[in-house]
Nanobody, 129 residues
Framework: QVQLVESGGGSVQTGGSLRLSCAASGYSDRPYYMSWFRQAPGKEREGVAI????????YYDDSVKGRFTISQDNAKNTLYLQMNSLKPEDTGMYYC??????????????????????WGKGTLVTISS
């Protein structure tokens, strides 16, 4: 059974940095895509960043482009999200997610919650002004 376990959340001030980690286990074949989503209180879950695990190609939501970096360490089966220049609007629960099947649409289409089939339980990020 696939397990995704996030860590690294916390509270920082505006302009600070955090690095989230997602330890993956239990899969026989590496997922095609791994991604980060976030959900602020009272809002829908939104895609933040996604990586093709085979090519390491990445895609970011416009709201985090240039500030966040998604990466992977295949030897450790770990996904990362380096978050710099954090803003109060980045506050929320951050979830790691994986897609076990290929996707042939656009990057923005891939970064949709409905296209992921494995989820972690989340790690909380709070940015104070």
């Amino acid at each position: 059974q696939v397990q995704l376990v996030e860590s690294g959340g916390g509270s920082v001030q505006t302009g600070g940095s955090l690095r989230l980690s997602c330890a993956a286990s239990g899969y026989s074949d590496r997922p095609y895509y791994m991604s980060w989503f976030r959900q602020a209180p009272g809002k829908e879950r939104e895609g933040v960043a996604i990586i093709n695990t085979g090519t390491s190609n990445t895609y970011y939501d416009d709201s985090v482009k240039g500030r966040f970096t998604i990466s992977q360490d295949n030897a450790k089966n770990t996904l990362y999200l380096q978050m710099n220049s954090l803003k109060p609007e980045d506050t929320g629960m951050y979830y790691c997610a994986a897609r076990s099947r290929p996707y042939f649409g656009s990057w923005s289409g891939a970064l949709q919650a409905s296209n992921m089939n494995y989820w972690g339980k989340g790690t909380l990020v709070t940015i104070s002004s």
